[in-house]
């Protein structure tokens, strides 16, 4: 069964003692629900009556991760206009423009080959941005887990609560090495500003090292 993280909370990536080789990072979000107003009914325009509906709204936001060394330069950058990073280790399964899907399966996934990220990389932190320039504000079912390649189950999750928030980028989580081992943290963070690239987030997500 999963670890349901809190906000904070670190868990160390290992599993029966062993150390996890190859682990997925997925984030997942719903699509914007609209409300709205409508006449129906009646004749002529005469008795017609106000009826509720609902649409669901594409929201494009952008998953990506940080690369930072240990004196917390910034190294490197995947995004979804870089899906590997310079050294192959970390890929990223590629640009999601409207959100939506099975709330409990990811929408961009960034998979991470811990045996080959560079000796240099402490911290790796992942983001979101909204392309689109909206804001989280209703936006459902939005969550980051981690997942075990080996075999493929949900290792840890963490609900990120944005619903309802004003701002345009989230600080969602970091995997980074302490004393030689991998560990996880959920820091579910928002951040202001415009938000609409990664580069707008990285002074941001450099505060969380």
């Known amino acids: 069964m999963a670890i349901s993280l809190s906000k904070g909370q670190k868990v160390s990536l290992r ?11 997925g984030l997942g979000w719903g699509q914007r629900q609209v409300k709205y107003t409508v006449k129906e009914g009646g004749f002529l325009g005469f008795g017609a009556k106000d009826v509720e509906k609902t649409d669901l709204v594409e929201v494009d936001l952008d998953a990506s991760c940080i690369l930072f060394d240990k004196l917390d330069n910034l190294v490197d950058v995947v995004w979804f206009q870089q899906l590997r990073s310079k050294d192959g280790s970390i890929v990223h399964t590629g640009d999601d423009r409207g959100g939506g899907g099975d709330e409990n399966a990811a929408n961009e996934v960034i998979t991470l080959d811990l045996t080959g990220v560079p000796l240099e990389i402490k911290n790796i932190v992942f983001v979101v941005n909204s392309y689109s320039g909206e804001t989280f504000s209703g936006i459902p079912s939005a969550f980051c887990n981690i997942i075990n390649n080996g075999d493929n189950k949900e290792f840890a999750r963490y ?3 944005v619903s309802g928030g004003s701002e345009r980028g989230f600080v969602a989580a970091r995997v980074y090495r302490d004393n030689g ?29």
Not at 15 to 25: C, Q, R
């Open 159 to 161: 609900n990120l609560s």
């Open 15 to 25: 599993k029966n003692n062993n150390e996890l080789k190859s682990v997925s990072v």
């Open 181 to 209: 081992e991998w560990n996880f943290e959920a820091i579910g963070e928002s951040v202001s500003g415009q938000q609409q690239s990664v580069r707008d987030i990285i002074p941001q997500a450099k505060k969380h090292l």
